[in-house]
C-alpha cells in the first residue's frame, strides 16, 4: 500500500468515499424511477378525467361540417366562435341560464338552512323519537331519485292553482328537490364532533337555544357548510332528469334541459350543443375555483384537532 | 355572592348512580373542594348545581332560593370547563363579552365590565387576539374573566388546571387563590388532583363512588381521615396500611400480625366503635404515614424492626421502602440519610399518630370525624 502512496487509512476512507457516491447515485435512481413511475400513473388518470373536457372544447370552436373530417382534428384549423353567437342570439340560453341559477341557487340556499337546523337538532337535542326519526332521514337514502320523480311530478301537477306552485313554475321546480338526508347525515356528524362544552358554556352564559345555534354553532359549521353547499349547488346546475319531467314551455327550461332540447330530429349541430356545454360548466369551474381553499381546508377540519 | 346547599342528591345515568345521597353545605365566599379519583361523581355535582344535568333527587338551593327548575342562566352561577370551552371563533373581548351581550346590556356597560374582567386577569393587551393564538394559561384566564365579567353568586370551576403543564398549574393556581381572596365569591372546584386541593379549599370535600366520604378542612381531611379510602387518597406517598388483628393486651389493646406487635393507647383508638366483639380477634389495618417514622439503630425498644429495601431519592425527601415481616412501608426521611438498601434499622413512632381502620373501613381514632353522610356546617371562610 505504502508503494502506492496510500497509507491504509487513506485507502479505506477513499474505497468508502467511492462507495458512498455510488450508493448516492443509485439511490437517486431508484428515487427517480419510482417519482416518474407515480407520474405515469397520475398521467394515466388526468387523461381519462380531462380527455372529456378537451373533447367538448374542441369541437365548439369549429364549424359543423369540420366535426366528421377524417381523420378527425382535434385542434381547430380556424378558430370559429359562431358556435357561441347562435346559442346566445338564437336560442333562450340566457333565459336557461337563468332558470338554472335561480333554481340550483335557491335550492342551495333553502337544503342549507334545513339541513343545518335538522343536523343540529340531531346532533344536540334530546327529544322522544330522535333515533327512530333520524333512521327514518337515513333510510331515504336508499330510494332512488328515479323511482320518487314519477309521484312527484303528479304531486306537484295536482296542486291548485293558487299555490302557484305546479308544474312550469319555480316553486314547483325548487321545493322538491331542497333538503338531503345526505346533508341532514354530514351536518349531524360535523356538529356532533363540536365540542358539547361550548354549547354548555353558551347555555350558561344565558344564550336560548336559537343563540346557540346562530352565534357559537353556526359559525363553526363554515367549513361544513361550505362543502355541502358546493355539492349541493354543482348537483343541481347539472340536474338533468327533475328540470326535464316539471318544464314543458322553453322559458322555464334549465339548461341541461335546453342544451339537450337542442337536437334536432334529423339534424344536430354537434358544434353548437358543444359551445353551450362549455358555456354551461365555466360558472360551475369558476365557483369551484374561488371555494377550493376552502374545500381543501374543510376535508382537512375533521383531521386536525385545534 | 350566595350559600349553596345540596340536599340529599341523588343523580343516575341510566342505571348507574353517579351521586348517592350527597348533602353540602357550602357558605357565602367560601372555597370548597371536591376532590375524589375520575368517575366518583365530583363533575356530576358540579353540573347538577350549574343546571347542566337534572337531579333525580334532593335540592339544590342557591342563595336561599331553591334552584332545581330553574334554567341555567338564571342560577347566576358561571362555570369554568376543563377544555375552557372558548368561543374559537370570537375574539378574546367578543368570549369575555358573550354573556353581557346576550343579557343585552348597554354597550358601554359592556365595554366597562369587560375591560375590568381583562384587568383582573392581565388580559388587556389580548383582547383583539382569536383563542387559537393564546396559550394554554392564557386561555384559562380568558375562561376566567368571561366567569367574573358576569359578577355570579357563585364558581363552579371543573378541573380547571388539569390541561396546563406543572409548572403553568403552580402558577395558575396562585392567581386563583389571589382571585377569590380579592372577589370572595363562593366557589366549588372539581379536582382530581391533591395538591389543589390541600392548597385552595377552605374545606375538602372527599367522594368516591358518588359518596361524599368525608368533608373538613384540608388539614382535618389529612390528619383525621374518616376512612381508610380518604387516608390512601390524601398524601403523597399515601398512608401506609398493614392488615392484622386487634388484640387485647394487660393495658389496653395492641395490633398483632406474625412477628409485629403493636400496643395501641386507648386515648387515641376507640375498638368499642367496632361494630363487631373487639376481643375476637378482629380484622383490622393498622395506619401510619410515611412521615410520620422515624429511624432508630436497630434494636431500639418500643419500634418497629425492619430492613431497608429501596431507596428513592426525590431531591426534597428520601423515600425508604422498608420490609417489615413478611410486608413493607414507606418511610419518608431526610434526604442526606446514610442509609443503604440491607440496612437493618427500628421505626420508631409517635403512638398519637397511629391510624386504625375497623373491617368497613372506619377508621377507630376517638378523634376521627362519624362518617359523612350529612356534612357538617361550614366554618366562616377567611
Redesign the interface.
Known amino acids: 500500500m505504502a508503494d502506492q502512496g496510500l497509507t491504509v487509512e487513506e485507502a479505506s476512507a477513499a474505497r468508502s468515499a467511492a462507495e458512498f457516491s455510488r450508493a448516492a447515485r443509485r439511490d437517486q435512481l431508484v428515487r427517480f424511477g419510482k417519482g416518474l413511475a407515480a407520474y405515469l400513473v397520475l398521467a394515466v388518470f388526468a387523461v381519462i378525467a380531462v380527455g372529456p373536457f378537451v373533447y367538448l372544447l374542441s369541437p365548439s370552436f369549429r364549424k359543423s361540417f369540420e366535426l366528421f373530417s377524417y381523420p378527425p382534428e382535434w385542434i381547430p384549423h380556424s378558430f370559429y366562435t359562431g358556435n357561441f353567437g347562435t346559442i346566445l342570439n338564437e336560442t333562450s340560453y340566457l333565459r336557461w341560464g337563468l332558470n338554472t341559477l335561480i333554481f340550483a341557487t335557491s335550492v342551495t340556499v333553502i337544503t342549507l338552512a334545513i339541513d343545518t337546523l335538522a343536523g343540529y337538532a340531531f346532533a344536540r337535542l334530546r327529544f322522544p323519537g330522535r333515533t327512530l326519526l333520524f333512521a327514518l332521514v337515513l333510510s331515504t337514502l336508499m330510494i332512488p331519485t328515479a323511482v320518487l320523480i314519477a309521484p312527484l311530478y303528479i304531486m306537484i301537477s295536482h296542486l291548485p292553482d293558487w299555490t302557484h306552485s305546479g308544474v312550469n313554475t319555480y316553486p314547483g321546480m325548487i321545493v322538491p328537490m331542497v333538503c338531503s338526508p345526505l346533508g341532514v347525515f354530514m351536518m349531524r356528524q360535523f356538529i356532533s364532533t363540536l365540542?358539547e362544552?361550548?354549547v354548555?358554556?353558551?347555555?350558561?352564559?344565558?344564550?336560548s337555544e336559537w343563540?346557540v345555534f346562530r352565534?357559537?354553532v353556526l359559525?363553526?359549521m363554515k367549513p361544513a357548510i361550505v362543502v355541502l353547499g358546493i355539492f349541493t349547488f354543482m348537483f343541481q346546475w347539472v340536474n338533468f332528469l327533475w328540470p326535464l319531467v316539471i318544464t314543458t314551455t322553453d322559458d322555464m327550461k334549465t339548461l341541461t334541459v335546453g342544451i339537450a332540447s337542442l337536437q334536432g330530429q334529423f339534424v344536430t349541430d354537434w358544434g353548437v350543443i358543444s359551445a353551450a356545454a362549455v358555456m354551461t360548466m365555466v360558472p360551475v369551474v369558476i365557483i369551484f375555483l374561488i371555494f377550493q381553499r376552502w374545500f381543501v381546508q374543510a376535508s382537512m377540519a375533521g383531521a386536525l384537532k385545534? | 355572592m350566595a350559600e349553596i346547599l345540596i340536599k340529599h342528591l341523588v343523580k343516575r345515568f341510566g342505571k348507574v348512580e353517579a351521586v348517592r345521597d350527597v348533602s353540602l353545605q357550602i357558605a357565602d365566599g367560601e372555597f370548597l373542594v371536591l376532590l375524589g379519583p375520575s368517575g366518583c361523581g365530583k363533575s356530576t355535582i358540579l353540573r347538577v348545581v350549574a343546571g347542566l344535568e337534572d337531579a333525580n333527587s334532593g335540592e339544590i338551593v342557591i342563595g336561599g332560593r331553591l334552584v332545581n327548575f330553574i334554567d341555567p342562566v338564571k342560577r347566576n352561577v358561571a362555570m369554568v370547563f376543563q377544555n375552557y370551552a372558548l368561543y374559537p371563533h370570537m375574539t378574546v373581548y367578543k368570549n369575555i363579552a358573550f354573556p353581557l351581550q346576550i343579557a343585552k346590556r348597554r354597550k358601554d356597560e359592556i365595554e366597562g365590565a369587560v375591560q375590568r374582567a381583562a384587568g383582573i386577569l392581565g388580559l388587556e393587551d389580548l383582547l383583539q387576539r382569536l383563542p387559537g393564538e393564546l396559550s394554554g394559561g392564557q386561555r384559562q384566564r380568558v375562561a376566567l374573566a368571561r366567569a367574573i365579567v358576569r359578577e355570579p353568586d357563585a364558581f363552579l370551576m371543573d378541573e380547571p388546571l388539569s390541561n396546563l403543564d406543572a409548572q403553568l398549574r403552580v402558577q395558575t393556581r396562585l392567581e386563583l387563590i389571589e382571585l377569590h381572596q380579592r372577589l370572595g365569591v363562593t366557589t366549588m372546584y372539581v379536582t382530581h388532583d391533591q395538591v389543589e386541593a390541600m392548597t385552595m379549599g377552605h374545606r375538602i370535600a372527599v367522594m368516591s363512588e358518588g359518596l361524599l366520604q368525608q368533608i373538613g378542612t384540608p388539614q382535618e381531611v389529612y390528619r383525621r381521615p374518616a376512612n381508610v379510602f380518604v387516608a390512601t387518597f390524601l398524601g403523597a406517598p399515601p398512608m401506609n396500611l398493614i392488615g392484622g388483628t386487634l388484640e387485647s393486651a394487660a393495658d389496653g389493646w395492641q395490633f398483632r400480625r406474625q412477628d409485629i406487635d403493636v400496643p395501641l393507647s386507648s386515648d387515641v383508638i376507640d375498638p368499642s366503635a367496632l361494630q363487631l366483639e373487639a376481643e375476637a380477634g378482629a380484622e383490622v389495618q393498622f395506619g401510619l404515614r410515611p412521615e410520620h417514622f422515624r429511624i432508630g439503630p436497630p434494636g431500639t425498644d418500643g419500634g418497629i424492626a425492619g430492613r431497608v429495601q429501596f431507596l428513592e431519592p426525590v431531591g426534597s425527601d428520601l423515600y425508604l421502602t422498608v420490609e417489615i415481616g413478611d410486608t413493607s412501608v414507606q418511610v419518608r426521611t431526610d434526604p442526606d440519610s446514610p442509609l443503604q438498601p440491607g440496612d437493618n434499622l427500628t421505626l420508631l413512632y409517635d403512638h398519637w399518630r397511629v391510624h386504625v381502620f375497623g373491617a368497613d373501613g372506619h377508621n377507630l381514632r376517638r378523634d376521627a370525624p362519624p362518617v359523612a353522610s350529612v356534612a357538617a356546617p361550614a366554618p366562616t371562610a377567611s
Open positions: 365540542p362544552a361550548l354548555e358554556a353558551a347555555r350558561l352564559d344565558g344564550a343563540q352565534k357559537i359559525p363553526l385545534q
